[in-house]
């Protein structure tokens, strides 16, 4: 019997004209995305689907471009797959989408949390500037052991594979990072703040606050959360996101966690394939699938029959 884990995308994986074929095939969709535009932000759909439209890289259009993308994908894979999934995980703003998919809350409070989420990280980045920086063949130990001197400057943000990490920290402490610390590659990415740090603490408290106030339900499918690696407990959850704000995204740690409990089949839903992409090169000998769209959903159904051979 094949261990199935859905995965979903975060922030980067966006392109232009994502998810269009399910606002033209799915009325479901495009009565969402037509909501979204109409009543949370103004030209959503210009941002989503016109080509090289530069509002689809602000932030506040991608987060709800590549969740919706991922939620409303997964709607209809879930209506095609005839398979048991056995758990759920998603990137850094993937969760959300985990949240949703998983029923943990309705899609409706999870599209006003994330208006919160993109509102109150604005105002932290604003408050206390700083930044991310990809880092690729570095000594993790001793890049664990740089970011320890400077605890409130700079953090390990994402633990993507064993070769490749983020940092992120304040302005200050990125620059001298780049030019002091020893690695393969280093690549200041295009964000606005430096994420999943403590300079976040106070949108990551307003989160809980928020959180707080909603019936958190226990998901259908376990969900590994980034900041633990292990499954949400709906009691817990309010802790957890706080946590998710602060603290590193322990994607290789969850993904070694699954693959221990013997996983060996992985799909990823949404815009793009980086996640799928980090796991062949973790686990060459696991099945890997990345779905992006309904025609590729389609074709894939007919060949899923590869999930059941031993």
């Given amino acids: ?37 109409q009543t949370k932000i103004s030209h959503f759909k210009e941002a989503m689907f016109l080509e090289n439209n530069p509002l689809l890289n602000q932030t506040k259009y991608t987060q709800f471009a590549v969740f919706l993308h ?58 206390h500037p700083g930044g991310m920086v990809a880092v690729i063949g570095a000594n993790l130990d001793e890049l664990a052991s740089y970011c320890e001197k400077s605890p409130q400057e700079l953090v390990i943000a994402n633990h993507n594979s064993a070769q490749q990490v983020v940092v992120s920290g304040t302005n200050q402490a990125l620059e001298t990072f780049l030019s002091d610390f020893p690695a393969k590659r280093k690549i200041k990415l295009a964000v606005s703040g430096a994420f999943h740090s403590p300079l976040m603490e106070e949108a990551a408290l307003q989160l809980k606050a928020y959180v707080e106030k909603k019936t958190i339900r226990q998901p259908r499918v376990p969900i590994y959360l980034n900041a633990t690696a292990k499954p949400l407990q709906s009691h817990h959850y309010p802790i957890d996101v706080y946590h998710h704000t602060i603290k590193g995204v ?44 309904i025609n590729e959903l389609e074709t894939w159904e007919e060949e899923s029959w590869i999930l059941t051979a031993k």
């Fill in 1 to 37: 019997m094949k261990k199935i884990c859905v995965l979903f995308p975060g922030q980067g994986s966006q392109y232009s004209g994502m998810a269009k074929d399910l606002y033209e095939k799915d009325t479901f969709a495009r009565r969402i995305i037509d909501e979204v535009d």
């Fill in 70 to 127: 991922s939620v409303l994908l997964y709607r209809q894979f879930l209506s095609r797959f005839p398979y048991p999934l056995q758990a759920m995980v998603g990137f850094s703003l993937g969760e959300y989408s985990a949240l949703a998919a998983g029923d943990v809350l309705e899609l409706d409070e999870v599209l006003d949390l994330l208006s919160h989420r993109v509102k109150w990280m604005e105002e932290a980045s604003l408050k």
């Fill in 250 to 293: 322990l994607f290789r740690q969850t993904i070694e966690t699954l693959l221990h409990e013997g996983f060996d089949t992985f799909i990823e839903i949404g815009p793009g394939q980086v996640l799928t992409n980090l796991i062949k090169k973790m686990a060459p000998e696991v099945f890997t699938k990345a779905i992006q769209t």
